[in-house]
Each structure stands twice: as C-alpha cells, then as structure tokens.
Nanobody, 115 residues
Framework: VQLVESGGGLVQPGGSLRLSCAAS????????MSWYRQTPGKERERVAG????????DYGDSVKGRFTISRDNAKNMVYLQMNSMRPEDTAVYYC?????????WGQGTQVTVSS
C-alpha cells in the first residue's frame, strides 16, 4: 500500500487549497478513503471520509461546509478541497485507508494558514 499526498502549502485565512492523494498497491476502487490531520501535541483528527464508490461522504464538525472530499477511481486519486480556510486548519494532512486489517497512512503534507 502506498499513499502519497501533495498540494500542501501556505495559504492566507479565507483562502483555498486542494490536496491530492495518489494511491497504489491495493484495490483502490473497493476501499473507503479518509483524510486526517494532526498538529503537534494533539491526536490525529479525522477530517473527512468517502465510500469506495464516492456516493457517500462525511465530515468532521470543524470542517463541515468548508471542505469537500472526492475521488477518481479511474486515476486512483482522492482529493480534499479546502475553502474558507482558518488558522486552526494548520496541520499535517494525511491520506488513509484500511487494508489487510490495519490503517495505512501516507507521509503527510503540511498545510499552514497564516497571513
């Protein structure tokens, strides 16, 4: 299983950013996918999830209405569109799935929201 995140960076408050996750090494189209985030000293927080077909999504309360998760099963990609960003969205963002009974993680991508 390999998950490679990209698209992180510095953005001003109120701005937007789109994260991407390239997946390989497993049956991507049969797996639900999630985005998590983590800041130093805090537990990893689940931000959003999407079913294998993409027809159902769910979001953490802190991002609901601002973030959108999507996927492209033809390209083995999952995305996180982040709008109306806030300083408290600053974190390392991770793409994740469960494979062979354990949760798998990418290396993460840093997102910083600051003026």
């Amino acid at each position: 299983v390999q998950l490679v995140e990209s698209g992180g960076g510095l953005v001003q408050p109120g701005g937007s950013l789109r994260l991407s996750c390239a997946a390989s090494g497993f049956a991507f189209s049969s797996k639900a996918m999630s985005w998590y985030r983590q800041t130093p000293g805090k537990e990893r927080e689940r931000v959003a999830g999407i079913t294998s077909t993409g027809d159902t999504t769910d979001y953490g309360d802190s991002v609901k209405g601002r973030f959108t998760i999507s996927r492209d099963n033809a390209k083995n990609m999952v995305y996180l569109q982040m709008n109306s960003m806030r300083p408290e969205d600053t974190a390392v963002y991770y793409c994740s799935t469960v494979s062979w009974g354990s949760r798998k993680w990418g290396q993460g991508t840093q997102v910083t929201v600051s003026s």
